[in-house]
């Protein structure tokens, strides 16, 4: 094995791309206006309404928490509810920040295959009606669902406009946990427009940082109108960042001519190459089929003892009766060299 590193943990362990690092040197190169009054951070406004195909108003942020955390807050009363998958991020993976940006909110779950929840589990869920008053209640405020999903699977642009058809019917504003928006993309061969907007999303939490860039995230509204407190939020939240030029140069750099698809396109095609050869050895079970560039599976211990022992690095647990529960993530840098190697190692240990 050559001494490159095979990580497929997460998608947020690989590095960042080479455009990302040029764009952040070249607006290191120079001073620029604080607190997005740049030339980075307007370019990135004209781009966004170009690659979203109508007027958007984008914010950057550091991390996705903070993207869902103040988009969230922005379309939820403290009184309100936010309906979301049980498997959500926004639900198992934010410590609550959620509740806490929104001014204790409430996360309402719904449950489904693969982290996904229907149109009419969304609507069966709400029109439960209880004998108390309306006052007594948490008030129905928004839905939120994750493009790719946690595990790595999509929904369809007609189970969102589904879903986005009930939030209408209940007022109900969707967002969109789109820290893989762009493997969503990529694999359904729609465009950003249809895949959010178009199909009735509201407000976007748009990821960069498992897709290129070093450290930058962004919320997207559709409706300039929602958005109105947004920055209000973000300030007092401590994502006003000074040296704002520095996020928007890595989303720039993802977005321009279309790079981050292209990032999310080759993580998409690794994750199923990497799947299809893992599949022809023995032991080895798929949960579901591969839809982005996120697998779970079953391994053979010592498949999975001689791929780390290889260096190979990737999440196991609930080791049992000779084989671990495995999920392997690809990323924009993973190579068809790092794909063959791990398949080799996996093979060799395969009896
Ligand atoms: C990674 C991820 C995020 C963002 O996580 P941060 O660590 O806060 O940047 C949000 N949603 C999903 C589904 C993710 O996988």
Redesign the pocket.
């Known amino acids: 094995m050559s001494n490159r590193i095979i990580n497929f943990a997460s998608d947020?362990t690989a590095g960042a791309a080479p455009e990302v690092m040029a764009a952040l040197g070249e607006a290191a190169s120079a001073p620029a206006m604080p607190y997005g009054d740049d030339i980075f951070t307007q370019r990135l406004r004209d781009l966004a309404n170009q690659v979203f195909e109508r007027e958007v108003t984008i914010f950057p942020v550091a991390?996705?928490?903070?993207?869902?955390a103040l988009s969230l807050a922005t379309v939820s009363p403290p009184y309100g509810v936010v309906f979301c998958h049980a498997a959500?991020?926004?639900e198992e993976?934010?410590c609550a920040a959620p509740e806490f940006y929104i001014g204790g909110g409430k996360l309402a779950l719904l449950e489904g295959e693969e982290a996904k929840f229907s149109a009419e589990s969304l609507r069966a869920k709400l029109e439960v009606t209880s004998p108390a008053p309306p006052v007594h209640h948490a008030q129905p405020a928004a839905v939120s669902i994750?493009q790719a999903t946690?595990v790595g699977a999509l929904y369809s642009t007609d189970e969102i406009a589904a879903i986005s058809a009930v939030c209408g019917d209940h007022g109900l504003a969707l967002h969109m946990?789109g820290?893989?928006l762009a493997n969503a993309i990529a694999a359904q061969g729609v465009t950003p427009a249809e895949a959010t907007w178009k199909a009735g999303v509201d407000v976007l939490?748009l990821?960069a940082?498992?897709n290129g860039a070093l450290s930058a995230?962004a919320v997207v509204f559709f409706d300039p109108d929602k958005a109105a407190d947004f920055e209000f939020r973000r300030k007092r939240g401590g994502h006003l960042f000074s040296k704002m030029r520095f996020l928007s140069a890595q989303l720039l750099a993802c977005l321009e001519q279309g790079r981050w698809l292209d990032f999310a396109d080759n993580a998409n095609r690794m994750a199923a190459a990497l799947a299809k050869g893992l599949q022809q050895l023995d032991g080895v079970r798929l949960w579901f089929p591969v839809q982005t560039n996120m697998m779970f599976l079953t391994l053979p211990e010592p498949m999975a003892a001689a791929l780390q022992a290889a260096g190979c690095q990737f999440y196991t647990w609930d080791a049992g009766e000779g084989v671990l529960s495995a999920r392997l993530v690809t990323s924009f840098e993973t190579t068809a060299d790092d794909v063959a190697t791990f398949l080799d190692i996996a093979r060799r240990a395969s009896t």
């Open positions: 947020n991390t996705g928490t903070a993207a869902n959500a991020h926004i993976d934010e994750t946690e946990d820290a893989r939490s990821g940082t498992k995230e």
